[in-house]
C-alpha cells in the first residue's frame, strides 16, 4: 500500500505561487497531480515519469506549473505561478499501481492523497 501525504496549500491572490509537496511511502515510476474544484470532476494537471525523462501538463497550466520530484526525499513537488481564480481547486497527488505508461488519466493511478486545498482569490 503507498500512501501519499500532501503539503503546501493555501491561499494566494491571483498572479501569485504556492509549492506544494508530497511526501509518498513508496516511490513509483509515474507520479502525478489531480485537482478537483466543487461541482466538478476530478482532473489531471501534472505527472512526471521515469525520474522526470517525461513530464505532461494539462493544457490549463501549462507554462504556469512545474512537476518536480527529489527521489532521495521520496517527495513530488508541484510548483504553481501565476495562480489565476480558476485553479482554485483541492489538490491531490497521485502514484501509479503498476508499471507501464504515464499520463493525466486517471487509468494511471491507483494511490491518491488525501488532498490539499488551494484557493485563489481576485
Known amino acids: 500500500q503507498v500512501q501519499l501525504a500532501e503539503s503546501g ?3 494566494v491572490q491571483a498572479g ?3 509549492r506544494l509537496s508530497c511526501s509518498v511511502s513508496y516511490w513509483k515510476n509515474c507520479m502525478g497531480w489531480f485537482r478537483q474544484a466543487p461541482g466538478k470532476e476530478r482532473e489531471g494537471v501534472a505527472a512526471i515519469f521515469v ?5 505532461y501538463y494539462a493544457d490549463s497550466v501549462k507554462g504556469r506549473f512545474t512537476v518536480t520530484q527529489d527521489v532521495s526525499k521520496k517527495t513530488l513537488f508541484l510548483q504553481m505561478n501565476s495562480l489565476k481564480p480558476e485553479d482554485t481547486a483541492t489538490y ?3 502514484a501509479s499501481r503498476m508499471t ?8 494511471y493511478y491507483g494511490y491518491y492523497g488525501r488532498g490539499t486545498m488551494v484557493t485563489v482569490s481576485s
Open 9 to 11: 496549500g493555501g491561499s
Open 16 to 18: 501569485g505561487s504556492l
Open 51 to 55: 525520474g522526470g525523462a517525461e513530464t
Open 92 to 94: 491531490f497527488c497521485a
Open 100 to 107: 507501464g505508461g504515464c499520463g493525466l488519466g486517471s487509468r
